[in-house]
């Protein structure tokens, strides 16, 4: 791998990833809100940002999204569930990286390995739910999951080697997940960030289209 592009490059995944690849002697380039102006749910924010990008990049990176926006706490029962929430859990966590997906296309080579991938979550599994609630956050990572499988079924017929995939990254010691840990295992991102380029580096492109944790393991749909 010789170039990446991170979009979500200043939150905690998408820094330690930044990292980690500069580190390797991989060429990044990041994108983010905060340092960019990127608004990933924003159609026309996205055409702009992709419009300066000269690729092809080996690898490009979603590690964006969002447990709580304008503090809408995950839903504990059907009662909590309001349409405003809802709504922006799928603007960020779907819609997304639906559009970054749709400009991000000129930017992947056509020959050679490369890969797409984007973080989603175990709880966006439909064949792995056994607890229920949070309805807002596991249906809009469902509906990230079922884009990246259908985005990868029409890519492959353009770029042979390509390798789409969503990523669940275990529990991971950021912000994003300070109030929900609790007594389940956590890692730091650096650790995560190592453990998700594991995976990748092992994928082959007929893993195209899947779902796997920070294990490689393949997760349920």
């Known amino acids: 791998m010789k170039t990446a592009l991170i979009i979500g490059s200043s939150g905690g995944i998408g820094t330690a990833l930044s990292n980690t690849l500069t580190a390797r002697g991989v060429v990044v380039t990041g994108l983010s809100r905060s340092c960019d102006g990127l608004d990933i749910t924003d159609e026309a924010s996205v055409k702009t940002s992709f419009a300066a990008l000269r690729g092809p990049f080996d690898l490009i990176f979603v ?5 709580e926006i304008n503090e809408a706490k ?7 569930v309001t349409a405003d929430a809802m709504l922006e859990q799928f603007k960020l966590n779907a819609v997304g990286p639906a559009l970054v997906m749709k ?3 000129r930017l992947l080579p056509r020959n050679g390995r490369s890969v797409f991938a984007a ?15 949070w309805y807002s956050y596991r249906t809009s990572k469902a509906a990230l999951n079922q884009m990246i499988h259908s985005g990868a079924i029409e890519l492959a017929r353009t770029h042979k080697s390509l390798i789409c995939v969503a990523l669940h990254p275990g529990t991971v010691e950021t912000p994003f997940t300070a109030k929900y840990v609790g007594q389940n295992p956590s890692v730091p991102a650096a650790d995560a960030a190592a453990n998700l380029l594991s995976v990748l580096e092992r994928l082959t492109p007929q893993d ?3 779902f796997f944790d920070w294990q490689g393991k393949e997760v349920p749909w």
Do not use: F, Y
Not at 74 to 80: A, D, G, Q
Not at 121 to 126: D, F, K, N
């Open 63 to 67: 590690a964006t999204g969002a447990l």
């Open 208 to 210: 195209t289209g899947k």
């Open 119 to 133: 973080l989603s979550a175990r709880v966006g599994s439909i064949g792995d739910n056994r607890l229920g609630g």
């Open 74 to 80: 995950p839903e504990k029962t059907l009662r909590h």
């Open 103 to 105: 400009h991000a296309m």
